[in-house]
T-cell receptor
């Protein structure tokens, strides 16, 4: 039973346009959500996070939106750059646990 | 910034042998280290959580006698895959949580180790 779902395995966008990556979760106990970026043969690197007390968090070109009622979050990248091409993982934690539960990832390709 | 290294970055071994993977936090002390496994096109699956000086806590379905974890110091954790079989072939990634970390995002990942069992 997958508690964190990223239903789009891949996404392709043009440079300069917006990239929207989606993530759904099922566990109501999750109260902290993170996005990680991962290049092949490397470990994930932290991008941005959001607590369940917020519905939006912005950091430069990256914005994460959280819709608790829908158990859905999204990562917006504006403007997208070729260097953003990577696999993006959504992760969640909660219930006092420091463990992270990851989605399967979405491979983003930004075309020049 | 906080850097986590893993050694080796890749290893090929024969079935039935044991392989040790090291995870080191290079510029910080880690109270907790986590070991993940990732199969192709799959998510990172947490295998175990290890705290310095105590026994590791394994996730359901992970054999503790097969995947031996030792967290000998605040900067080093090792994962030993004992009697490896081809189905153990995977990408193993560790992460470390700094002593000064107070939020969940403060978990820094190593570059991973690609294990191939022939």
């Amino acid at each position: 039973d997958q508690q964190v779902k990223q239903n789009s395995p891949s996404l392709s966008v043009q440079e300069g346009r917006i990239s929207i990556l989606n993530c759904d979760y099922t566990n109501s106990m999750f109260d902290y959500f993170l996005w990680y970026k991962k290049y092949p043969a490397e470990g994930p690197t932290f991008l941005i996070s959001i607590s369940s007390i917020k519905d939006k968090n912005e950091d430069g070109r990256f914005t994460v939106f959280l819709n608790k009622s829908a158990k859905h979050l999204s990562l917006h990248i504006v403007p997208s750059q070729p260097g953003d091409s990577a696999v993006y993982f959504c992760a969640a934690s909660g219930g006092g646990s420091e463990k992270l539960v990851f989605g399967k990832g979405t491979k983003l390709t930004v075309n020049p | 910034g906080a850097v986590v290294s893993q050694h080796p970055s890749w290893v090929i071994c024969k079935s039935g042998t044991s392989v040790k993977i090291e995870c080191r936090s290079l510029d910080f002390q880690a109270t907790t280290m986590f070991w993940y496994r990732q199969f192709p096109k799959q998510s990172l699956m947490l295998m175990a959580t290890s705290n310095e000086g105590s026994k590791a806590t394994y996730e359901q379905g992970v054999e503790k006698d097969k995947f031996l974890i030792n967290h000998a110091s605040l900067t080093l954790s090792t994962l030993t895959v004992t009697s490896a079989h081809p189905e153990d072939s995977s990408f193993y990634i560790c992460s470390a949580r700094p002593r000064w970390g107070t939020s969940y995002n403060e978990q820094f990942f190593g570059p991973g180790t690609r294990l191939t069992v022939l």
